[in-house]
């Protein structure tokens, strides 16, 4: 059984502070964690990806329901270096 995704609420609050919230959770994360985004700014839909694209972390999905989007992310391994 793995456990509860993390959940980050920013719900109620304009771009960029769900893509900050996100950022700061991520930071703190063990690899393959999941994090939830909850979020009510539209362009948190593309915000997130675009702030994963260059990785580690990946996109799991993104779902609509009323308005409110659930971002659903897994961390991937911090860079060594």
């Known amino acids: 059984m793995s456990p509860a995704p993390v959940l980050v609420d920013a719900r109620g609050h304009q771009c960029p502070v769900p893509s ?3 950022a700061r959770a991520l930071e703190t994360a063990a690899p393959g964690e999941t994090i939830v985004l909850m979020a009510t700014d539209p362009m948190a839909r ?3 990806p675009h ?3 260059d ?5 799991i999905g ?3 329901a009323g308005g409110v989007l659930r971002i ?6 911090a860079p060594s270096g």
Not at 55 to 59: F, I, K, N, V
Not at 72 to 77: L, R
């Open 51 to 53: 702030m994963l694209a």
């Open 46 to 48: 593309i915000d997130v």
């Open 20 to 22: 900050l919230r996100l």
């Open 55 to 59: 990785g580690p972390h990946r996109l």
């Open 72 to 77: 659903t992310v897994e961390t991937g391994a």
């Open 62 to 64: 993104i779902e609509d």
